[in-house]
């Protein structure tokens, strides 16, 4: 059937002529003037142009009638003009309604330029086609192929369509039925794609054509798309027509489910996720060619989620893993192995996933993980991970029960890479547990070690309070960062002695406090020693050489103490006690240790009340000239006479008076006493050249106590030179600094200045020099070795001889007998003191002896 049929253009042409016969007709009868000759021959000329018009009209419709496809010639606006019966049966509609219906009400959708407009009188539009549903007189859709050209006639558009089932047929038995699904699938949010074994679209529902981007283009097809690279899969890789679902589906002749593809829009910049899954309908071959129908989800936001939830877990470093217990199965996402380097499998069993963790943390991974199925609340719980390289990994696990029906089915756990937290961790930890200025442990970090040891129930621990002597001179005499460099030096030294065995740490100023383990506890007194000795050497600041001593007190536990706070309190009495013996040695916790602290604690309770009590008074022992026997002086030497103690000796309370300071209030007292005493002796004719009085070097290290001196002799108008101090050598290699300007002091009122016991510290030559001394005492006890021990001779007559030779004055104490007189004498020593001359005596009886001695003198 063409447009251009001469059939078509002599029907034409006859209706025409028809219509003018017919108007002629009307013209004849009409008017007064009627001509009935004219009126009878246009009625045959109508009456035979309308039988030719039937004739050919019928010949027409027989022409319509024989073609076998469905036929429909419409109007400019649509609407049907003709059908043929082909077209009548497609569409289950008799003639009459099917004639001036819009073809737009049978059709769904209703394919755009239809009818065209761009026909010209002389040459019909090319042909044109499009799919859609056909909506059917009985009601059934069906999906049909149009094929139509347009055409004008007498400038009126014109279209004629040929209808046809859409081909292949998905399904042709029941094609009403498929029409009708496929119309359904519209509604539908999924996009649904039907592909023949070409790949070319069949179908595509609403929701494909927009997830594809199709528009309305009829039929739709993946071409463009694909041409202009639109569809990537999820690395971003253009995808060809190989490369879709449909395709690998159709070719593996299996369904392909869940696969993930891009559709990139350019004109938004952005892309759209689609989820395909695809499935053959080989089935349908023996209809035609096999179909493939794909389901199309748009997952944007899911796949935009997921995406930035990855690169969340990514730069948190997490990965997740799930646990079902019933099945023995652990599920694992792959960031366990790009965040900790270790190769977990996505699924394993429990025993080989617990096998990653490091030994020691595995039982309380399993416990947590037990203890997580139980609880409703998460828990956290920190391993380590050994990862491939070696590298071991702290992780922190977070599980939690997820659970059905009040069951808990499974453990959702995420997995954090917290190493850099503990290496942060750990580093503040050493850190804070260093000593900044020794390099030692710090003061937290050496109690907690001691903490540690001793909480082994079979620890044998020995611990070491270390205290530097003298040091606050240092810092005095040379500054606090040479004091700071010194301490430094002292902990190298310490560190040096005992090398890595022994953890050394540093717990205030110059305070150190040493644990020994089991081992070397056992050998704790040596090591005790070997640090004493250590400190032998002077240690240099520039070009000085400054010797530093350590006293140690050494304690043990259990041994000593039942707690730690006891052991470091015992140490660090032992410590005190063993600076109070005399410094630069150390002393172990015993039972005569602990009696002596008990006998301090006594002797310095009641030490405290003595003098206003009246219990301390002053003994005086004759000072005699070997050459004419006669009594020169004498030295005041203190006694204490508790109620409750008894008779003290001063060797017993002056150093527990020189602890506490108690000495210096005391040291007051003798002074004024032995002032008041030579000057009643004055008084009462006893003229004494000299009197001696001991002066502690605590009473020295306050320079007030010169001028306390001196206002005692102005009290009892005493000339300076009636007076003698005796100092300890100690006073010569210590405070040195501290005492010159006090013994400047008294020296300059006349005051005598004697080193008592000399001999038995350090000799200090040098510093003897530097001092304003007048005597040298040699100490009674190396008085008692002479004539018959060679050892004390010898020092004798070394002393001796450095008084000579420093022009200094030597007094020999203790001289017990005639030998040792004899012995003093040959050496050129003038006075002497000792029990052969007299013991200390009451001021009563020394006056009595003085008197005696000068009548028999
Ligand atoms: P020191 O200053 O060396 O006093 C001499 C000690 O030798 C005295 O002991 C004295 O009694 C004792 N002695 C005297 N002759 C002999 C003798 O022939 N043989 C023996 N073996 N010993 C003899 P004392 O009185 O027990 O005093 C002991 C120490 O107490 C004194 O030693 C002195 O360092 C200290 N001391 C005594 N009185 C005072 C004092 O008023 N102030 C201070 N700071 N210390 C004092
Ligand atoms: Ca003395
Ligand atoms: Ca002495």
């Not at 936001?301 to 995406?307: G, I, K, T």
């Amino acid at each position: 059937m063409h447009p251009g049929d001469p059939v078509r253009a002599e029907l034409r042409r006859l209706r025409e002529a028809h219509a003018d016969a017919l108007a002629d007709m009307a013209r004849a009868a009409a008017g007064a003037a009627a001509d009935p000759e004219r009126l009878r021959s246009a009625r045959s000329e109508a009456d035979r142009l309308a039988g030719e018009l039937i004739a050919l009209a019928s010949r027409h419709q027989r022409r319509m009638e024989a073609v076998p496809e469905p036929v429909l010639v419409l109007d400019g606006d649509g609407r049907i003009l003709e059908a043929n019966p082909a077209a009548c049966e497609f569409l289950r509609q008799p003639p009459e309604e099917l004639l001036a219906t819009p073809i737009s009400r049978l059709l769904r959708p209703c394919p755009p330029g239809l009818p065209a407009s761009e026909a010209t009188e002389r040459d019909a539009a090319p042909p044109r086609r499009a799919r859609a549903v056909l909506r059917r007189g009985d009601g059934s859709d069906l999906a049909a192929e149009l094929c139509w050209r347009s055409f004008a006639e007498s400038g009126e558009r014109r279209a004629i369509v040929v209808l046809r089932e859409a081909s292949p047929a998905p399904e042709p038995a029941a094609n009403a039925d498929r029409s009708r699904e496929l119309a359904l699938l519209d509604g539908l949010p999924l996009g649904v794609l039907v592909e023949d074994a070409l790949g070319r679209v069949l179908h595509a529902n609403a929701s494909a054509r927009e997830l594809l981007g199709l528009g309305e283009q009829d039929p739709p097809s993946l071409d463009a798309l694909l041409a202009r690279g639109g569809l990537v899969d999820v690395e971003g890789r253009r995808l060809g027509r190989e490369d879709l679902p449909s395709r690998i589906a159709l070719a593996r002749r299996a369904p392909v489910r869940g696969a993930l593809l891009a559709v990139l829009d350019p004109d938004r910049g952005g892309r759209r996720w689609l989820q395909v899954s695809a499935s053959p309908r080989l089935e349908d071959q023996g209809a035609g060619s096999p179909l493939v129908v794909s389901v199309i989800e748009d997952v944007t936001p899911l796949q935009r989620d997921r995406e930035l939830f990855a690169r969340a877990q990514r730069l948190a470093r997490i990965a997740g893993f799930e646990w079902w217990p019933a099945a023995d199965r652990v599920l694992c996402t792959p960031q366990w192995n790009e965040i900790f380097g270790i190769d977990l499998p996505a699924e394993l069993r429990l025993e080989a996933f617990l096998a990653r963790f490091a030994a020691d943390d595995r039982p309380r991974l399993v416990e947590a993980l037990a203890e997580a199925l139980r609880r409703p609340s998460e828990i956290a719980i920190e391993c380590r991970v050994s990862a491939r390289d070696g590298r071991r990994c702290w992780v922190r696990l977070l599980l939690q029960a997820i659970r059905l029906g009040g069951e808990a089915a499974h453990l959702a756990g995420t997995a954090q890479d917290i190493t850099e937290e503990k290496l942060r961790e750990e580093d503040l930890r050493i850190r804070s547990d260093t000593d900044l200025l020794t390099g030692l442990l710090s003061r937290e970090a050496i109690l907690r070690a001691v903490h540690e040891q001793a909480a082994n129930p079979l620890a044998r621990i020995a611990v070491l309070h270390l205290d530097v002597d003298r040091f606050k001179l240092v810092n005095e005499v040379f500054g606090h960062e040479a004091g700071d460099r010194m301490l430094a030096a002292v902990g190298a030294r310490l560190r040096a002695a005992l090398g890595a065995r022994a953890q050394i740490g540093r717990l205030t100023g110059d305070e150190f406090l040493i644990v020994l383990g089991d081992e070397l506890a056992r050998r704790a007194e040596s090591i005790a020693e070997l640090l004493v000795r250590a400190f032998d050497r002077p240690f240099r600041h520039g070009e000085q050489e400054i010797p530093l001593g350590v006293s140690i007190g050494l304690a043990r536990y259990p041994d000593d103490a039942s707690d730690v706070r006891e052991l470091l309190t015992r140490a660090d009495g032992a410590m005190h006690q063993a600076k109070r013996r005399g410094r630069k040695g150390w002393l172990a916790v015993s039972a005569s240790l602990a009696r002596e602290l008990a006998e301090r604690v006594t002797i310095e309770s009641h030490l405290r009340r003595a003098l206003e009590l009246g219990e301390l008074r002053l003994l005086y022992q004759p000072k005699v000239d070997l050459r004419t026997g006669r009594v020169t002086g004498a030295e005041a030497l203190l006694r204490w006479h508790s109620p409750q103690l008894g008779t003290v000796a001063p060797d017993r309370f002056v150093p527990h008076a020189e602890a506490s300071g108690e000495i210096v209030r005391i040291g007051r007292w003798v002074i004024d006493q032995a002032c008041a005493q030579l000057a009643a002796w004055r008084r009462a004719g006893i003229a004494l050249e000299q009197l001696a009085v001991n002066l502690s070097y605590r009473q020295l290290m306050d320079t007030r106590v010169a001028d306390e001196v001196l206002r005692a002799l102005f009290e009892q108008q005493l000339q300076g030179e009636l007076l003698e101090v005796e100092i300890t050598e100690r006073i010569l290699t210590e405070e040195v600094e501290d005492v010159r300007p006090v013994l400047q002091a008294l020296r300059a009122a006349g005051v005598s200045i004697a080193i008592d016991d000399f001999g038995e510290g350090y000799s200090a030559l040098d510093r003897l020099r530097r001092l304003p001394i007048q005597a040298l005492k040699i100490s009674h006890r190396f008085t008692a070795g002479v004539p018959h021990i060679a050892g004390d001779v010898a020092i004798c007559q070394a002393i001796i001889g450095v008084a000579r030779s420093l022009g200094l004055e030597v007094v020999a104490e203790g001289v017990e007998n005639e030998a040792q007189r004899g012995f003093m004498q040959r050496q050129g020593v003038r006075l002497a003191q000792g029990f052969l001359f007299a013991r200390p005596l009451a001021a009563e009886e020394f006056a009595q002896f003085y008197r005696e001695r000068r009548a028999g003198g």
